[in-house]
């Protein structure tokens, strides 16, 4: 019987293997979108990824026959553990040939760093973080991810609990389409709350974007504060992530909820830049810069990344506002549809902000956990 060497990532050669090591998982997957390699190789990167300054991480590669079958990494996120008072380590970047031998293999070794570190329980997929990539795709195969979203096979999913790893929470993505979402009955509510709360609507003002950022922080950790797992994001890690997003924002679809010239909510939303990705199979920008850009052009949907409403707010409507207010000045600008993405099964107010849309639930992701 070939036996599966677990090796521990120690040098550039071992980063690279890690990082392409996908593209032989999903290399017949019409469904997948190859990622771009420098981003990859930013999200593991100990020494400039801000993530890395308040958490520890291993990366692993397993291996069988001198062959790569695996992957994976082993997390402690120190904020996280101060946050909610508890040991939890997380695991993440799985993935796996369809072997249960091989995915023990891996999540055994991720499980003997997180409790050798005084870990009481494991937790993911979080690629490396809650504010990342995350959770396990359970439902919606057929679908390709959008932008910042995880994809992966379906037999992942029973790798991991045949490994003893069990259901923490779901996490749901919303299809919206302008077909659906756009009506007069809506608009005259989201004109009413609009008129009872004194709240009004603007859009993002790039030529003032280190301002509009310092608004995105005050607001950000707060209004997720209280979702199950969540961890506040880092100054460093905000301005990183505005850093990327800044390459494809377009702000009219960035809007910002003011009352009484305070800022009491946001909601960010991104073009899908996963459909001109798709096409770019290699993972670089050159030499297929100009393909593209063509396909750019073909991008019909937009990415509800993230929409807070400051704790005192949540009852009042607003989050349903800033819903509509993103639809509508989608619409003329050629964004047929967009994904919410993601909210959590029991957080109610998004839900029902999101039903309230007619949004599809169409894909699922899950987040596992196990004692350790």
């Known amino acids: 019987m070939s036996q599966i060497v677990i090796r521990t990532v120690t040098n550039k050669s071992d980063i690279s293997r890690f990082i392409r090591f996908p593209w032989e998982i999903y290399r017949n997957i019409s469904e997948w979108v190859p990622p771009l390699l420098m981003d990859r190789r930013k999200l593991v990167d100990k020494r ?3 993530f890395y300054k308040h958490a520890d991480a291993e990366f692993y590669l397993a291996e069988k026959d001198g062959k790569i079958v695996g992957r994976i990494g082993a997390i402690i996120n120190h904020n996280h553990n101060k946050e909610h008072a508890d040991h939890t380590g997380f695991f993440g970047f799985f993935e796996c040939v369809n072997d249960q031998a091989v995915a023990n293999a891996l999540l055994a070794r991720a499980e003997e760093y997180l409790r050798s570190r005084g870990m009481h329980a494991m937790r993911g997929p979080a690629s490396p973080s809650v504010n990342d990539e995350y959770g396990l795709l359970i439902e919606g195969y057929e679908y390709p991810p959008v932008v910042l979203m995880p994809y992966n096979l379906a037999y992942y999913g029973a790798l991991l609990e045949g490994f003893g790893l069990t259901k923490a929470r779901d996490l749901l993505a919303y299809l919206l389409s302008q077909e659906t979402v756009m009506s007069d009955k809506l ?10 709360q004194g709240i009004t609507i603007r859009t993002l003002d790039m030529k003032n974007f280190d301002a509009e950022l310092e ?8 209004a997720w504060a209280a979702n199950w797992g969540a961890v506040a994001m880092t100054d460093e890690e905000i301005e990183a992530l505005a850093a990327d997003l800044k390459q494809i924002i377009v702000p009219e679809v960035v809007l910002f909820a003011e009352k009484d010239g305070k800022t ?24 297929g ?11 019909n949907l937009v990415r509800v990344i993230a929409l807070g409403v400051l704790p005192e707010y949540l009852s ?4 349903g506002v800033l819903f509509y207010e993103t639809a509508a000045r989608a619409k003329p600008l050629g964004y047929d549809y967009g994904e919410a993405s993601w909210v959590l099964e029991d957080n109610l107010q998004m839900v029902r902000a999101a039903d309230m849309m007619n949004g599809k639930p169409y894909k699922k992701y899950r987040i596992y956990e196990k004692s350790l």
């Open 48 to 50: 400039k990824n801000p």
């Open 187 to 196: 608009q005259r509510v989201t004109e009413r709350v609009k008129e009872r």
């Open 215 to 222: 608004r995105v922080k005050a607001i950000y950790n707060t």
């Open 264 to 287: 009491v909510g946001f909601a960010l939303s991104v073009p899908d830049i996963n459909i001109p990705l798709r096409h770019n199979t290699n993972g670089y920008l050159l030499p």
């Open 289 to 299: 810069i100009a393909r593209l850009l063509w396909h750019k052009k073909k991008i």
């Open 316 to 319: 009042t409507g607003i989050a």
